[in-house]
């Protein structure tokens, strides 16, 4: 029997024994992210973690599996706010970029513009799995003991390059540890969670993320990313060609994949303006290079968490809604696509190589990539 180790800096769990769980988790941390080499996409600036936990009250959770030579999968929990979502809603939307894919609750979401579980990632054939927990946590908890429908949300991306994905080893205690974990501050990044198996331009790909923070004059709002990368295309780096400096690119080596991406605001916003902002991030992955191939999977979840969009089952037939007006939107258009860029890279940045027998996925190596963007003129010269 396997024994479950808990990181004392991570929110994730892992199947490894201890020293190897504190090797890989400092080889991660040694591992830059993108402004260590120079590279900020846009104008905005970033929150003080530069992560989707900038935006108050986002919580973020992983659960890491990786036991024998075939189990490299996990599951990545978002929640969007604190108490109970199911009696107090967020205002929420789905934007598809290309439907190859498999998000459940993302039809209820379209019709109805509201999310009431914690959003949760996986792996393509984990998704039943993490919506039984979703449900089983919503059940439990206190004022819900009347409720005999829930939506919850998952995402997920085929990590069967590097997984044994057949095994459906993401149990309902996985998912359940994933929530519960969840917590604001920094995000592992990298081979964690829900990233653990997952490949990105065909170098190792995971979980990123990225935040932007607007001035007074645009109402000081936040914007936060996360995503799981698990495409393919041409890798951009702050303009530089990447990918085909390194040599991979698709037809050079694979191309397909998925990529789900998880964004925060705390600017209130109607789920009719979240789906134009969760469009803006679908649309972010192109400046990093992206394909969006046949068999990608591209959305983008967008949620608010300002407390005067919240819709609370308790109001009643009418309620009071606070939202900003379509004229002011544009700043966190930005704000999205910018983030949206910067997370991309710092999944990539961050993975560790991972080997399993199905394949090996190398992380992007730092020394040539720091030497494409200092020959571009975008990157840190030595």
Not at 69 to 74: H, N, P, Q
Not at 186 to 192: C, K, T
Not at 218 to 246: H, I, K, S
Not at 331 to 338: G, R, T
Request: net charge neutral; glycine share 14%.
């Amino acid at each position: 029997m396997h024994e479950v180790k808990r990181s004392t800096c991570t929110a994730t769990l892992t199947f490894l024994p201890a020293l190897a769980l504190v090797a890989l988790l400092q080889a991660q941390t040694d591992r830059p992210r993108a402004r260590d080499l120079g590279l900020s996409p846009g104008v905005f600036p970033p929150g003080a973690l530069n992560a989707i936990t900038d935006v108050a009250g986002v919580r973020v959770g992983h659960v890491t599996l990786i036991e024998g030579d075939g189990i490299r999968t996990g599951v990545t929990a978002i929640l969007p706010g604190a108490g109970n979502l199911f009696q107090e809603k967020v205002p929420g939307a789905v934007f598809v970029g290309n439907a190859f894919g498999k998000l459940a609750g993302s039809t209820q979401v379209e019709e109805l513009g509201t999310i009431e579980t914690p959003i949760l990632l996986t792996n393509t054939l984990n998704v039943g799995t993490a919506m039984e927990a979703a449900i089983t946590y919503t059940l439990g908890q206190p004022g819900n003991e009347a409720v005999v429908s829930v939506n919850a949300v998952v995402g997920e991306t085929n990590d069967s390059g590097l997984n044994d994905i057949r095994g459906m080893h993401v149990t309902r205690e996985h998912v359940l540890e994933a929530i519960r974990s969840a917590k604001g501050g920094p995000v592992a990044e990298g081979s964690v969670g829900a990233g653990t198996g997952t490949v990105c331009y065909g170098w190792k790909g995971g979980i990123g993320t990225s935040s932007r923070v607007a001035g007074q004059r645009f109402g000081g709002y936040a914007v936060g990313v996360l995503v799981q990368t698990n495409f393919g295309g041409v890798l951009t780096m702050g303009g530089a060609p990447a990918g085909r400096e390194l040599g991979k690119y698709p037809y050079a080596s694979p191309g397909d994949g998925s990529c789900m991406i998880v964004v925060a605001t705390d600017a209130p916003l109607t789920a009719k303006d979240l789906k134009r902002l969760a469009a803006r991030a679908v649309f972010g992955l192109g400046r990093t290079g992206s394909s969006y191939s046949n068999g990608s999977g591209d959305y983008a979840i967008a949620f608010s968490t300002a407390p005067s969009a919240r819709i609370k089952r308790t109001a009643g037939l009418a309620g009071a809604y606070e939202a900003l007006l379509t004229d002011a939107v544009s700043p966190l258009f930005e704000m999205a696509l910018e983030a949206t860029e910067e997370a991309v890279y710092n999944s990539l940045l961050r993975a560790t190589t991972v080997h399993s027998r199905f394949g090996t996925a190398e992380a992007i190596p730092i020394d040539r990539l720091k030497e494409i963007l200092v020959k571009y003129g975008v990157g840190k010269k030595p």
